[in-house]
C-alpha cells in the first residue's frame, strides 16, 4: 500500500519492524522484501545465508515459488561460492 502512495516513511517502519520481528521466518522476509523492493532487508536476510543447508531450507519452504528472478539469482551464486570454497578446501 505504501508503495501505490509512495509513502518511504511507511515503507521504512515496515522494513524496520521485520527486521526485528521474530515472527516470521528468514525465507519469508526474504520474499517480503523482494515483493516490496525493502533493499536492506533483502541485503540482510541474503547475507544470513551461508551454507547450502540454509539454501535447501529456502528451497523446501512455500516462499521459494515466489522469490523473482533476481533473488533466485542471488541464491545459485551463493551455492555457486560454497562450492568453490569447497573446492579450495580440498
Known amino acids: ?3 501505490l502512495f509512495n509513502v518511504p516513511r511507511v515503507f521504512d517502519k ?3 519492524w521485520l527486521f526485528k520481528s ?4 528468514s525465507h519469508e ?3 517480503i522484501a523482494d515483493q516490496y ?8 536476510k ?14 523446501n519452504s512455500d ?8 533473488i533466485l539469482t542471488e ?3 551463493k551455492l555457486l561460492k560454497f562450492s568453490a570454497n569447497d573446492m579450495d578446501v580440498q
Not at 22 to 25: D, Q, V
Not at 46 to 59: A, C, F
Request: hydrophobic share 35%; no cysteine.
Open 37 to 44: 523492493k525493502l533493499e536492506a532487508l533483502r541485503v540482510q
Open 75 to 77: 541464491i545459485i551464486e
Open 46 to 59: 541474503m547475507s544470513e545465508i551461508d551454507s547450502v543447508d540454509d539454501v535447501t531450507e529456502l528451497k
Open 63 to 70: 516462499s521459494y515459488k515466489h522469490y523473482s528472478n533476481a
Open 14 to 16: 515496515a522494513e524496520r
Open 29 to 31: 522476509q526474504i520474499r
Open 22 to 25: 521474530s515472527n516470521f521466518p
Open 1 to 3: 500500500m505504501a508503495q
